[in-house]
């Protein structure tokens, strides 16, 4: 707290009044601070009067300064020994008696004070007032510098109170042993601060001479005026002390010292200076008090924007949904936007698994340690929020080890967010198509993955009495956890349709190289464009190859095309996969084809049903666990240039390998179903 206008710091010394710098800043000549600029260095404040460098002031009337120290050397021709007055400060300084020590560093010297204000001038007359003995092991006069004055080649003592000058005299101990022919024995003595450490900075072995050299901080105690209290405030003109402080008498004879009344604080050289503690604190319950509206008002905000958001990202649209949906509905968890920016480390991109047009995937790991996928809406356009919901819908009304499990959701960010189980392995276009990556998936393998995928399809196009259409099937929909089980994901386009109707829709929804030619044309939506999109699916099992590539003839990169071309040249071998070729029987891959084929018939009517196929395929790995029940029907089939050929396609009726040549498996089979309920509506649930 300097004065009004005032520079406030030399270097990093803060200068409070009384101290001050430049004229009208300081109370008195002994106070001003002198705040060297004159070289290029960084300036240093020195005390004017004195010019010893401050290194801090205190209001609690301290100010540290550096000191200097008295080197005395001694020799056999010098028998008195040399006296260095100069410790002097006037009356408004004095030593700290608590916070300084008198130390000596030397071998077999004696180090003492004397006090100055003796009227007596005479050395001997002199009073001493301290002193200590710093002796050394041995006859050496050389002393290692050390890092504390441990007793070996340095002492200290405690120094009077209140001084404020004094003199400093160096003796030998015994200095007929002590001096040595041709040499000189030199010891130091300094008064400084008691923490003090630097050591190191005194060798008196680099000494040959007596001087005074540079020494170490010391601790000053200040006072004001020459005056006592009580003669101070009857000169109201020169009373330093302003309001709400009071008057101290020095301890040490004439000045005093200013400080605050009780329930004050400041600075009481300074009008205004002292501040009352009730008033800082009735600021402090304002300032407490504004906090905490502050953050009231910001969480009303908050909640406000999170309530915009729930309502914007369709929470009330979910709310009755849930609310008018028959059966039972399990409630998916309400996650908080901080739970999911912990969980994927703010959405980095680090954790990103996958993106889509609806939006981004990340790995995250929650509060209890479960790792969970994240899905994160692109955008928040009114179409997507409908999706958004509508997958929310969904994925709460079915349980299927094959479709991915919903586990709650976020409607308080500004983008909807969704929280699934974690499949750990990938997708499967992923394993089928990854550039640079050899598809290891083996043929059983592909089976499996093709009747698990059926069966959720099967599952969602039987559900109850309304049906749900995925839409968008497509490898890249299709995860695969550890064990290469299929889990079908992405419901983002999803329909439920009462069953045995159809749904016309002005937006086609789907990916390019899945879609369904006649939902294409028609926009009539029906469980076929599923079937369509999973015959897709079955034939990039069997030829590794995408639903879309420029590898495929000119005329088209449909991957549909190409394999129904293969099909009708009997050009089917010469397209498929290595792994598929080296590792399956030519009857199961040709059912398989044929199945494919049937599902990607231009005409709904003329595909099978997702029970059906899932029935053919769960019929072929049934068939595969028993191979004595598969038979070659010379009757049906034949082979021209090693291509198996369908004798009957002609006539137009296209029934599965299966069904043909197997005739201890019922022809009429149906889906197996484990658990089968049933709800007052007489839904029912394929599990």
């Known amino acids: 707290m300097a004065k009004p206008g005032c520079p406030e710091k030399c270097e990093n010394v803060d200068v409070p009044y009384p101290f001050g710098i430049g004229p009208g800043c300081y109370l008195d000549r002994p106070f001003e601070i002198t705040c060297n600029h004159s070289s290029n260095s960084t300036p240093i404040p020195f005390l004017t009067s004195r010019r010893n460098h401050v290194l801090n002031i205190s209001l609690d009337h301290y100010v540290r300064v550096n000191s200097f120290a008295y080197v005395r050397c001694f020799n056999k021709s010098e028998k008195q020994p040399l006296e260095y007055v100069g410790y ?24 003492y004070m004397t006090d100055r204000n003796s009227e007596m001038t005479s050395r001997n007359s002199e009073m001493y007032i301290s002193g200590c003995a710093s002796l050394c092991n041995g006859t050496s006069n050389f002393v290692d510098p050390a890092p504390s004055c441990s007793g070996n080649g340095c002492c200290q003592a405690t120094i009077p109170k209140d001084i404020t000058s004094f003199g400093l005299y160096i003796d030998m101990l015994n200095p007929v042993n002590s001096l040595f022919s041709g040499n000189s024995i030199c010891g130091i003595s300094f008064v400084a601060d008691k923490n003090f450490n630097g050591f190191n900075m005194f060798n008196v072995s680099n000494y040959t001479d007596s001087q005074v050299v540079g020494g170490a901080p010391v601790v000053l105690d200040w006072t004001v005026g020459n005056m006592s209290c009580h003669e101070a405030t009857g000169n109201l003109s020169n009373y330093a002390c302003k309001d709400n402080s009071d008057c101290i008498n020095s301890t040490r004879g004439r000045g005093y010292q200013c400080r605050c009344s009780s329930g004050y604080r400041g600075n009481p050289y300074l009008p205004n200076g002292c501040q009352g503690v009730g008033i800082g604190a009735a600021i402090l319950i304002l300032v407490a008090i504004g906090i905490w509206l502050s953050n009231k008002l910001r969480e009303r905000k908050r909640n406000q924007i999170k309530k915009m958001f729930f309502e914007r990202n369709g929470g009330f649209l979910l709310q009755q ?29 680090s954790r990103v698994l996958g993106k889509g047009g609806l939006g981004t995937v990340y790995k995250g790991m929650l509060s209890d340690g479960s790792i969970v996928a994240v899905k994160k809406s692109n955008n928040v356009d009114e179409s997507q929020v409908g999706q958004f919901i509508n997958e929310v819908i969904i994925l709460s009304q079915v349980n299927h080890r094959n479709i991915v499990k919903l586990l709650g959701c976020c409607l308080e960010t500004e983008v909807p967010i969704l929280v699934y189980e974690y499949v750990s392995n990938g997708t499967l276009s992923h394993h089928l198509h990854d550039e640079g990556k050899v598809s290891t998936i083996s043929w059983n393998k592909r089976l499996q993955i093709a009747g698990e995928v059926a069966g959720a ?27 290469y089980r299929a889990v079908v994901s992405d419901f983002g386009l999803s329909r439920s349709i009462p069953l045995n109707k159809t749904h016309k829709t002005t937006f086609v929804g789907g990916t390019f190289g899945y879609l369904d030619p006649e939902y294409f044309h028609s926009g009539q939506l029906t469980d076929k464009s599923d079937v369509y999109a999973f015959g ?24 549909v095309i190409h394999f129904q071309s293969s099909m009708k040249q009997n050009y089917l071998f010469e397209i498929l996969e290595t792994l598929v070729m080296n590792e399956g029987q030519k009857e199961e891959i040709l059912a398989v084809a044929k199945l494919a084929e ?61 069904q043909q040549n197997c005739s201890v498996i019922e022809m009429s089979y149906s889906y197996t179903m484990d658990t089968v309920t049933e709800d007052s509506q007489d839904h029912v649930r394929i599990l």
């Open 88 to 111: 002097n400060w006037d009356q408004h300084f004095s030593y700290s008696e608590t916070e300084n020590w008198l130390i000596a560093i030397g071998c077999n010297i004696f180090a």
């Open 598 to 658: 049937r599902c990607l018939k231009l005409s709904g009517s003329e595909r099978p049903s997702m029970i059906d196929v899932a029935a053919n395929l769960d019929q072929l790995r049934r068939i595969q666990a028993q191979p004595l029940l598969v038979q070659n029907d010379q009757d049906n089939y034949g082979t021209v240039n090693g291509s198996i050929i369908d004798k009957d396609a002609e006539d137009g009726e296209e029934q599965s390998l299966l």
């Open 457 to 483: 399809l099967a599952y969602l196009h039987s559900y109850a009495s309304t049906a749900i259409f995925h839409r968008d099937i497509k490898s890249s929909n299709i995860l695969l956890d550890e064990n």
């Open 536 to 559: 897709v699916v079955l034939v990039e099992l069997l030829t590794g190859e995408e639903a879309v590539s420029s590898s495929f003839s000119r005329s088209s990169k449909s991957l």
């Open 321 to 349: 949904q849930i609310s008018s949906t028959k059966g039972n509905v399990e409630k998916t968890k309400l996650y908080s936007k901080e739970d999911l920016e912990k969980a994927t480390d703010n959405f980095n991109g």
